[in-house]
């Protein structure tokens, strides 16, 4: 079956441009994750949607960063005026809920994000 | 506040030969333990993880970990390493509550460790 899908896979960008990062979960996941992997960084959680709760948000970096998550469904991750250290891949996970057992999460292949 | 530790940044083993990728935790109270992979330019992929019971868990393409609760470890290892487990490996950690209460559900991941199968 299909997997969770990201868009673009690479994104390169200039220093000060607003960015939008695009995540389709698996069909019928009602969780969804956000992280960042950078060099030196691992992997950083940094927001989550669960059905229509309110996002956890504490992993933002910044408040450049926002999320939106449209009908249960698509999520899209907006970074405004991109600065070089938010050069990293972007990775999107869903499961089909946060506790019990499926809470396992099945990761996107991410978008690569470059800021010159 | 949990953690997740690799410490080994880079680990090379011959094709054939058992694999070890440690991974030690910090958690209070009863861990849940993941373990995922990635290969290059693709996302993580789920291979085992570790809630209750058994404290070796066996999961994907013949990998299997050990839980240990004194240690604070849950090494991941395979009997005869192939070349095709060349990758990079990522051990995480949910914390207590995560998977039957109102706890976090946010993994904590270790900085990863790059297998290397030599031919």
């Known amino acids: 079956g299909a997997g969770v899908s990201q868009s673009p896979s690479n994104k390169v960008t200039e220093k000060g441009k607003d960015v939008e990062l695009r995540c389709d979960p698996i069909?019928?996941?009602?969780?969804l994750y956000w992280y960042r992997q950078s060099l030196g960084q691992g992997l950083e959680f940094l927001i989550y949607?669960?059905?229509?709760?309110?996002?956890?948000k504490s992993g933002l970096p910044s408040d450049r960063f926002s999320a939106e998550r449209t009908g249960g469904s698509v999520s899209t991750l907006t970074i405004q005026r991109t600065q070089q250290e938010d050069s990293a891949v972007y990775l999107c996970a869903s499961s089909l809920g946060p506790r019990g057992v499926y809470n396992e999460q099945f990761f996107g292949p991410g978008t690569r994000l470059t800021v010159l | 506040a949990q953690s997740v530790a690799q410490p080994e940044d880079q680990v090379n083993v011959a094709e054939g030969n058992p694999l070890t990728v440690k991974c030690t935790y910090s958690?209070?109270?009863?861990?849940?333990l993941f373990w995922y992979v990635q290969y290059p330019n693709r996302g993580l992929q789920f291979l085992l993880k570790y809630i209750t019971g058994d404290n070796l868990v066996k999961g994907s393409y013949g990998f299997e970990a050990e839980f240990n609760k004194s240690q604070t470890s849950f090494h991941l290892k395979k009997p005869s390493a192939l070349v095709s487990d060349s990758a990079l490996y990522f051990c995480?950690?949910?914390?207590?509550?995560?998977?039957?209460?109102?706890?976090?559900?946010?993994?904590?991941f270790g900085k990863g460790t790059k297998l290397s199968v030599i031919p």
């Open positions: 995480a950690v949910l914390p207590p509550g995560g998977y039957s209460g109102a706890g976090s559900y946010q993994l904590t």
């Open positions: 069909s019928g996941h009602t969780a």
């Open positions: 958690v209070s109270g009863n861990p849940y």
């Open positions: 949607f669960q059905g229509n709760s309110a996002p956890d």
